[in-house]
């Protein structure tokens, strides 16, 4: 079992900044890829940005040139660096962990809000 914890939401106006963090523990040499999804009401949960073991990374169009993931993988720690927040950037951002079995883990999610 792999548990996953996030911080760092929170409120920020439109262009500002956030940094999330998510740290794992358990059986984290069964991790894979770690990540961010979101979801804003009414929406469903979407890929933010993806990191695997090995450094490559992913980003939904979106946040290209804006949000950053970086891993640490000697504190078994993802974060997600986001920047020129925007509105529609609202959302409950979950922490993600895929385990080299393709078992899933979820963190309890963070509350980004982006006024305008």
């Known amino acids: 079992q792999v548990q996953l914890v996030e911080s760092g939401g929170g409120l920020v106006q439109a262009g500002g900044s956030l940094r999330l963090s998510c740290a794992a523990s358990?059986?984290?040499?069964?991790?894979?890829?770690m990540g961010w999804y979101r979801q804003a009401p009414g929406k469903q949960r979407e890929l933010v940005a993806s990191a695997s073991r090995d450094g490559s990374t992913n980003y939904a169009d979106s946040v290209k040139g804006r949000f950053t993931i970086s891993r640490d993988n000697a504190k078994n720690t993802v974060y997600l660096q986001l920047n020129s927040l925007k509105p529609e950037d609202t959302a409950v951002y979950y922490c993600h962990a895929l385990s080299i079995r393709f078992t899933n883990y979820w963190g309890q999610g963070t509350q980004v809000t982006v006024s305008s």
């Open positions: 358990g059986s984290v040499v069964s991790i894979n890829n």
